[in-house]
């Protein structure tokens, strides 16, 4: 009886997990086969946009000048900008909390100038404690905190770029 009692719930459990609907994230399907960018080689968003770019399967990208032409379309980056910025003060007027900001702007255009994404400024913020006791390991918070900002920007550019629908 507790056999089949056992047998039963682990059945449910997995129909359960089944339908809930958990999947591994999907490469991007994009609507062209080539793209050009001109990405900052050295800012750490456009190397991790690059890399994701690159390993895509069904995306030759190009970032040569030269090659310019070989390119669907064309992934204007105007820059990104970190900012840091004071919060909240204690009573001593020390620091206690920052507000850490990561902007981006970029449209994709084809070669003949057709905008198929507007310019847009993509903008992430997190707030960061501030105790100047733990200064060390609030800078590697802070250096985390960036990443982690820079990795959901780098997945929304992804999703706006598969969501282009025509040429």
């Known amino acids: 009886m507790a056999r089949r ?3 039963w719930l682990s059945c449910v459990a997995l129909l359960a997990l089944a339908g809930c609907g958990f999947g591994l994230r999907q490469n991007p399907d994009f609507p062209f086969s080539s793209l050009y960018s ?12 690059k890399r994701v770019l690159r390993s895509s399967p069904n995306l030759i990208y ?5 090659r310019l032409n070989e390119a669907q379309v064309i992934l204007d980056v105007y820059g990104e900008q970190r900012t840091k910025t004071v919060l909240g003060l204690n009573a001593k007027g020390q620091v206690r909390e920052f507000q850490l900001r990561l902007n981006l ?3 994709l255009r084809t070669p003949l ?3 198929l994404i507007p310019e847009t400024e993509l903008v992430q913020q997190r707030t960061l404690s501030f105790d100047e006791a733990f200064a060390l390991a609030k800078e590697g918070e802070e250096a985390l905190l960036y990443r982690n900002m820079q990795s959901d920007m780098v997945q929304q550019i992804l999703r706006r770029l598969a969501a282009v629908k025509q040429l």
Request: glycine share 12%; proline share 15%.
């Open 62 to 66: 190009i970032d040569e000048p030269g």
């Open 5 to 7: 009692l056992l047998l």
């Open 105 to 107: 702007k970029f449209r």
């Open 113 to 115: 100038g057709k905008e």
């Open 38 to 49: 001109n990405l900052p080689p050295l800012s750490p968003l456009g190397i991790e946009l």
